[in-house]
């Protein structure tokens, strides 16, 4: 849910803001993105992998999607974010 919160942002701070509903409804649509909302065991779990890598410039939805990346054995990121690639994922958007 963070990474959605994200992208809305984006795409207001860009000023897509039209392309939002249909953002949204593809989401709400899709057969192949699964969105995990954040409970608040998770959210204590992700606060302590941001503390303990705290020396990095990462964000804390970068911290809490490592955390669940990690928790779910996944490897690959589709994004162009380095801090990705700096937790140990391959980038696929490079």
């Known amino acids: 849910d963070y990474v959605i919160v994200e992208t809305a942002n984006l795409f207001k701070a860009r000023k897509l803001s039209q392309h939002l509903p249909k953002f949204f409804a593809d989401l709400e649509d899709s057969q192949i993105c699964r969105i995990i909302w954040t409970d608040p065991g998770q959210f204590s779990l992700a606060i302590k992998y941001l503390l303990k890598h705290n020396d990095q410039a990462w964000s804390f939805t970068d911290c809490h999607s490592f955390w669940l990346m990690k928790h779910l054995r996944l490897h690959d990121a589709l994004t162009k974010d380095h801090h990705f690639r ?8 490079d």
């Open 86 to 93: 700096q937790a140990g994922f391959k980038v696929l958007l």
